[in-house]
């Protein structure tokens, strides 16, 4: 099985409504479509004569040591793909060693979503993406549910100041979620009301001031998600970021971006390895991460496939998907002549179809 089969029994099984909702991006999905485009503009040059017989994949990020390369990007409502929801996410990621981003929008409390992955894991990380609130005390009760709960590290999303115009959700009127789901964080928060997918604000005037306050209302590494220009992850390790996520949000906010891939040469060069960088955005096989590792990602994250492989077959279904791509993964690195992470670099990744 791939992760089009996957994806294909996904297709089979989900309310069409709610497939749109996953496959689907902004606008006329330009930035959609050019996400995986941009991993077929590139091909891998090999070297030979260098390799082992095992190989050495496992990263570094923080609050998650010796983590899969592959993180699960955070994506909203698991129980409208699958009724285990976060839960079957969470129990196959620890299984397959792979961090975990809930987040602000998901169908299961923080608290039981970190239960769920110490059901199959000693120590899982579980990671926590944050839609800053407009009220800073909601976002305060978001941070301390969090860490609470046991989560690692926070991500907080920036390319989301007002929420993308996703033309497949407005054709099918999908703009609440179905009774009987709710975005579970959002629960119980400070003057907020009962979960739901309308009660998920986002923050337009959000500065780095904030970035600022949420940084100093926790003692947990802080990411920055959504970074595309190069001056902007300067900006956020100069505050204080763990690490800086590239991606615009697969698709999903303005549809006149580059690629996410296209932006992640620029901004791990302006990060100098300083923090981690990490990058998503139509990951869709083990080529597509050695290509991002090479051109200085420390790690990739997945939206999509994972939600595919729920949606398909459950926790069971999220471990293939994730242990595919960690087997493609290795296998690529072998036959590049690589041992470990850092044999991947620059030079080895050139414009396909053109010389170098
Ligand atoms: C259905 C869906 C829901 C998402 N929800 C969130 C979210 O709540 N917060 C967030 O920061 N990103 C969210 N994202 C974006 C993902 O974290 C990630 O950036 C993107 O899916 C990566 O692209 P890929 O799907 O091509 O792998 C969502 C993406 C999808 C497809
Ligand atoms: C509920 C939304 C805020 C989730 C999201 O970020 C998305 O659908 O891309």
């Known amino acids: 099985m791939t992760l089009d089969d996957l994806h294909e029994a996904a297709r089979g099984t989900l309310d069409p409504v709610h497939y749109d909702y996953v496959a689907g991006g ?34 570094d990020l923080p609050g998650a040591p010796g983590a899969a390369p592959v993180v699960v990007a955070p994506t909203a409502f698991h129980r409208l793909a699958h009724p285990d929801g976060e839960r079957a996410t969470a129990r196959a990621a620890a299984a397959e060693g792979a961090v975990l981003v809930t987040g602000a929008a998901a169908t299961t409390a923080v608290a039981e979503v970190v239960a769920a992955a110490r059901e199959t894991a000693a120590d899982p990380a ?8 407009p009220r800073r005390e909601v976002t305060a009760a978001l941070v301390r549910r969090a860490a609470d709960a046991g989560c690692t590290a926070l991500v907080v999303t920036v390319d989301s100041p007002v929420f993308g115009r996703r033309t497949r959700d407005l054709r099918n009127g999908f703009t609440d979620l179905p009774p009987g789901h709710a975005a579970e964080n959002m629960r119980d928060l400070p003057g907020a009301p009962p979960g739901g997918l309308t009660d998920i604000p986002m923050s337009p005037a959000l500065s780095w001031r904030d970035l600022d306050d949420i940084l100093r209302m926790t003692t947990l590494p802080v990411l920055v998600k959504g970074v595309l220009h190069p001056a902007d992850a300067r900006l956020a390790v100069e505050h204080g970021a763990a690490g800086v996520l590239v991606s615009n949000h697969g698709g999903r906010q303005c549809d006149a971006v580059p690629a996410a891939l296209d932006c992640l040469p620029g901004v791990a060069d302006a990060v100098a390895g300083r923090v981690p960088v990490l990058m998503d955005g139509g990951v869709r096989r083990g080529a597509d991460i050695a290509v991002a590792l090479a051109l200085g990602a420390t790690a990739v994250g997945v939206g999509r496939p994972v939600v595919w492989g729920l949606a398909a077959e459950g926790e069971s279904g999220v471990r293939r998907t994730l242990a595919l791509l960690r087997d493609e993964y290795d296998h690529t690195l072998a036959l590049c002549g690589g041992r470990r992470n850092a044999d991947l670099t620059r030079d080895m990744v050139v414009r396909r179809g053109e010389p170098w």
Request: hydrophobic share 45%; charged share 30%.
């Open 126 to 133: 579980v990671w926590f993406q944050l839609y800053p609130h």
């Open 26 to 59: 902004a606008g006329e999905e330009r930035v959609l479509a050019d996400n995986e485009r941009a991993f077929a503009r590139y091909a891998l040059l090999p070297r030979v004569l260098r390799g082992s017989e095992t190989r050495r994949t496992a990263v």
